[in-house]
């Protein structure tokens, strides 16, 4: 009995530990995205902010349990924020940016472009990054962004066009980081095989 609970207390801190690396890579992938659309219209990069990611992720297991997708608080003063639905696998977390950034070919005021003009915001310095599984196939995101944007009457100096290319320049292709929310967890595996192995007798364990 003293084994099973020693092996059931590591599978939970495995998982627990695979689960802030996921979710700490994952926030990575979605800043990267988000900065090379930024630098695209001349703004900033921004940086990764801890505490505002860990409420980020608070809302984010929120949203995936009550299986409603609503924003926070829309009137809220302290930050934007852009939430996304997306398919656990390769890719699935920068389509979420991708579908964001076709905003550009809306009007501004235009309800359906609030989440490119948040992620655009030049005034912005920082972003929290949280997610939360829903099934085996779904997730979803939110990002938060300091100081807010969708302002009204700043969205001229805020949300600057594309930058005109010149010249054009030979992209070199990167290999882009598997999203490790669709990574299977391998060695919570393994304790689980040792785990109903041992109860069903293939395995025996001298405790002295």
């Known amino acids: 009995m003293y084994f099973i609970k020693i ?3 590591v599978f939970l801190a495995v998982c627990e530990l695979q689960r802030i690396k996921a979710n ?14 930024r630098h695209r219209h001349g703004c900033q990069e921004l940086f990764l902010d801890l505490a505002l990611s860990t409420d980020c992720e ?3 297991r929120k ?8 924003y926070s608080d829309p009137t809220n003063s302290k930050y934007s924020e852009n939430i996304c ?28 472009a609030k989440e490119f003009t948040a992620m ?6 920082f972003m929290g990054y949280g997610d939360a599984t829903i099934n085996a196939y779904e997730g979803i995101m939110v990002v938060r962004y300091t100081p807010p944007g969708n302002i009204r009457g700043l969205y001229t100096d805020n949300v600057p066009p594309k930058k005109k290319h010149k010249h054009k320049h030979k992209h070199k292709k990167h290999k882009h980081k598997k999203n490790c929310a669709s990574c ?6 393994i304790l689980i095989i040792l785990f109903f192995s041992y109860r069903l007798g ?4 001298n405790m002295g």
């Not at 700490?24 to 659309?37: E, G, P, S, Y």
């Not at 655009?120 to 310095?125: E, M, Q």
């Not at 293939?202 to 364990?205: G, N, T």
Request: proline letters at 1%.
């Open 7 to 9: 092996v059931f207390l």
């Open 24 to 37: 700490r890579d994952n926030a990575r992938i979605v800043l990267r995205d988000t900065n090379q659309k």
């Open 58 to 60: 608070k809302y984010a």
């Open 63 to 70: 949203l995936a349990k009550r299986n409603n997708y609503t």
């Open 85 to 112: 639905k997306y398919q656990i696998v390769r890719g699935g977390l920068s389509r979420c940016v991708s579908d964001w950034y076709r905003g550009q070919k809306l009007d501004f005021l235009d309800p359906r």
């Open 120 to 125: 655009i915001w030049r005034s912005s310095k």
């Open 184 to 189: 299977q967890d391998n060695r919570c595996l």
């Open 202 to 205: 293939f395995l025996s364990f």
